[in-house]
Every structure is written in structure tokens, then in C-alpha cells.
T-cell receptor
Framework: KNEVEQSPQNLTAQEGEFITINCSYS?????LHWLQQHPGGGIVSLFM???GKKKHGRLIATINIQEKHSSLHITASHPRDSAVYIC???????????FGEGTQLTVNP | DAGVIQSPRHEVTEMGQEVTLRCKLI?????LFWYRQTMMRGLELLIY????????DSGMPEDRFSAKMPNASFSTLKIQPSEPRDSAVYFC???????????????FGPGTRLTVL
């Protein structure tokens, strides 16, 4: 079983829809990242969380440390949000990131 | 700031050849991470440096892979000899660790797409 699991693996939405991507992890962590990777391949860090909730524009990330679960929400989705979204955790035992398999999001106009 | 700089962006080589990938950290950052991304295995950490010292190299696949930080702002990842299964996108990321609040987020370079024929 992977230490970091994301769901769904693939998600197709219509423009304007509210989107949620989930991440569950099974290890103790000091922080959790949400990353975005566009078809061109570049990786952008969207959020780094250790507790609570963060918001940036139409993106919201939440984390529940007790339940070992995080969610990434996109409000009013747009075709340019189409990308792979990757959850990654930093274990409390070190500095390395452990990655989920990613969620491929496609937003259709 | 130019962000993390990687070169080359694309590399095509033949099996058995030596490959050197380069990374320049963001100015002021003190930690560097080399990652590899493949379709089969996703993103994996290869090695992590802090203040020029290798801290965790448990992800380096085998002796054919080596990484160095000759100075505080630059790193190389070398594969010798290269094999077709090394074909992947190699990302470098930098961060400032030990700053206010402890662990800081990582900033990724654009990646080097390596193809070994």
C-alpha cells in the first residue's frame, strides 16, 4: 500500500464546476505539498500545509492532521486548470518528499 | 529571481555514454533535491543536499548515478554509463531550510528530459 494515496486518479469536469481532489497518507508528517504539473511538464508548488486551511485565488487546500487527510478544492474551474495535481508529504523523520500518483484533471469548456 | 535553472532541457544520448545534468539553486537557498519522474514510478527523490552536504541519497538507484554540489549554488547529477531505463524527466528543486517556521517549500526547476537510446 502506498504511503500517499490520491483520489480520483482521473477527473473530468465542465467549466465552472467545483472540484475536489483528495489525498490520504499513512505516515507522520511535518508538512504536505500540493503540486501542479502542466502538460509541458513543469512543476509548480501550489500550497505547503502543516495544519488548517490555505486559500490562493480559486484554490483552497485543507488538511486534517488527526485523520491524515488533505483536500484540494478548485472553485469555478476553468480549462486552464487542466493539469496533473500531485500530493506530496514530508515525513517527520526526514526532509524527503513522498509523492502520490497524481490526479489528472481535465476541465472542458 | 530567475528561479531554479536546469540544463540541458533535453538530452538524447546513446547507451553507455556519460550524461551530466546541471542545476542552479535559487539565490539564498541552502537545500537541493534531485527527483526523477517516469510513467511507471511517478516522482521519486534521488538525493537531497543541505548546505552542500548530501543528507539522504537512499533514492539513488545504483552506482552509475552520482551527484555533487561543488559550491552552494550549483549541483550536477551524473549517470555513467547511461542505460535506456534511465530515460526520464529529472527535476531539481531548491528550498531554504531552517528559516523562520522551520521547513520551507520547494521550488522546482523546469526539468531535463533524458532519452537514452
Amino acid at each position: 500500500k502506498n504511503e500517499v494515496e490520491q483520489s480520483p486518479q482521473n477527473l473530468t469536469a465542465q467549466e465552472g464546476e467545483f472540484i475536489t481532489i483528495n489525498c490520504s497518507y499513512s505516515v507522520g508528517i511535518s508538512a504536505l505539498h500540493w503540486l501542479q504539473q502542466h502538460p509541458g511538464g513543469g512543476i509548480v508548488s501550489l500550497f505547503m500545509l502543516s495544519s488548517g486551511k490555505k486559500k490562493h485565488g480559486r484554490l483552497i487546500a485543507t488538511i486534517n492532521i488527526q485523520e491524515k487527510h488533505s483536500s484540494l478544492h478548485i472553485t469555478a474551474s476553468h480549462p486552464r486548470d487542466s493539469a496533473v495535481y500531485i500530493c506530496a508529504v514530508m515525513k517527520t523523520s526526514g526532509s524527503r518528499l513522498t509523492f502520490g500518483e497524481g490526479t489528472q484533471l481535465t476541465v472542458n469548456p | 529571481d530567475a528561479g531554479v535553472i536546469q540544463s540541458p532541457r533535453h538530452e538524447v544520448t546513446e547507451m553507455g555514454q556519460e550524461v551530466t545534468l546541471r542545476c542552479k539553486l535559487i539565490s539564498g537557498h541552502n537545500s537541493l533535491f534531485w527527483y526523477r519522474q517516469t510513467m511507471m514510478r511517478g516522482l521519486e527523490l534521488l538525493i537531497y543536499f543541505n548546505n552542500n552536504v548530501p543528507i539522504d541519497d537512499s533514492g539513488m538507484p545504483e552506482d552509475r548515478f552520482s551527484a555533487k554540489m561543488p559550491n552552494a549554488s550549483f549541483s550536477t547529477l551524473k549517470i555513467q554509463p547511461s542505460e535506456p531505463r534511465d530515460s526520464a524527466v529529472y527535476f531539481c528543486a531548491s528550498s531554504l531550510e531552517g528559516g523562520p517556521g522551520g521547513y520551507n517549500e520547494q521550488f522546482f526547476g523546469p526539468g531535463t528530459r533524458l532519452t537514452v537510446l
